[in-house]
């Protein structure tokens, strides 16, 4: 079993920034790809970015060249650094955790804010 902890939520004004980290504990196969989703009220859960354990990574378009995701694997612990954030990128930030076919973990999500 894998355990997700999330840190670094809270509320910022637009064109703030913030720091999110996920640490993963347990049983983490080493071959795996982290990120973060996130979920507004009323809409379904988006990717926003994601990292391979050899580092590839992925983003949702609007959030590309304000976001950048990165990883510790020594500390199995993802960060996602959200620069110039925008009101409409309030919502409940989760991370993620996939490996073998079988796994697929989340976090038990962190809020963020950002007022206009």
């Known amino acids: 079993q894998v355990q997700l902890v999330e840190s670094g939520g809270g509320l910022v004004q637009a064109g703030g920034s913030l720091r999110l980290s996920c640490a993963a504990s347990?049983?983490?196969?080493?071959?795996?790809?982290m990120g973060w989703f996130r979920q507004a009220p009323g809409k379904q859960r988006d990717l926003v970015a994601t990292?391979?354990?050899?580092?590839?990574?992925n983003y949702k378009d609007s959030v590309k060249g304000r976001f950048t995701i990165s990883r510790d694997g020594a500390k199995n612990t993802v960060y996602l650094q959200m620069n110039s954030l925008k009101p409409e990128d309030t919502a409940v930030y989760y991370c993620?955790?996939?490996?073998?076919?079988?796994?697929?973990?989340w976090g038990q999500g962190t809020q963020v804010t950002v007022s206009s």
């Open positions: 347990g049983s983490v196969f080493s071959i795996n790809t």
């Open positions: 993620n955790l996939r490996a073998r076919a079988w796994e697929n973990f």
């Open positions: 990292i391979t354990n050899g580092g590839s990574t």
